[in-house]
């Protein structure tokens, strides 16, 4: 008895976990979430208010290349609406800007993996975070 109620809890888990993956809205606030977070540790050591720290510099940039790559495949036809989105539809009417520009961040997040000192960060972060003011100008409804 105890056993099955284990097995049940953990095709349980297993579906939740299944279905919140197939669920690209949830799916890519939550990439954005992380990019968020790393560009909050990342401002604050381009600002000084941090100390630079290369392993945080080049985690900061991976997961912004990362995202980049995610991104795109994340917005099919189907995820226009609900789940509180915010993508606007020029997404789905310049799939070839909105795919180029996360091609544009990622080759830019990507020269930042190897920075080995503060100004190198600066330089890079400016260039990477640069990207996202202008995506989100095009490609996201003003809240």
């Known amino acids: 008895m105890i056993r099955t109620a284990l097995v049940l809890a953990g095709l349980g888990l297993g579906l939740t976990a ?8 949830s799916e890519r606030q939550q990439t954005m979430k992380a990019v968020g977070g790393a560009t909050r540790e ?9 100390a630079f720290d ?3 510099a080049r985690a900061i940039f991976k997961t912004y290349a990362d995202a980049a790559k995610k991104m795109p495949a994340l917005f099919p036809d189907t995820s226009k609406t609900g789940g509180e989105t915010t993508a606007a539809p ?5 799939q070839a800007g909105f795919k180029a520009a996360f091609a544009k961040f990622e080759t830019d997040s990507a020269a930042g993996t ?7 960060f600066r330089t890079a ?6 990207n996202c003011g202008t995506c989100h100008e095009v490609y996201r409804i003003k809240k």
Do not use: Y
């Open 114 to 120: 190897t920075v080995a000192n503060l100004d190198g």
């Open 18 to 25: 299944v279905m919140a993956e197939s669920n690209p809205i």
């Open 90 to 94: 020029k997404i789905w009417e310049d």
């Open 54 to 56: 290369t392993a945080k």
């Open 125 to 130: 972060f400016g260039a990477a975070t640069k």
């Open 42 to 50: 990342g401002a604050a050591m381009a600002k000084g208010e941090a």
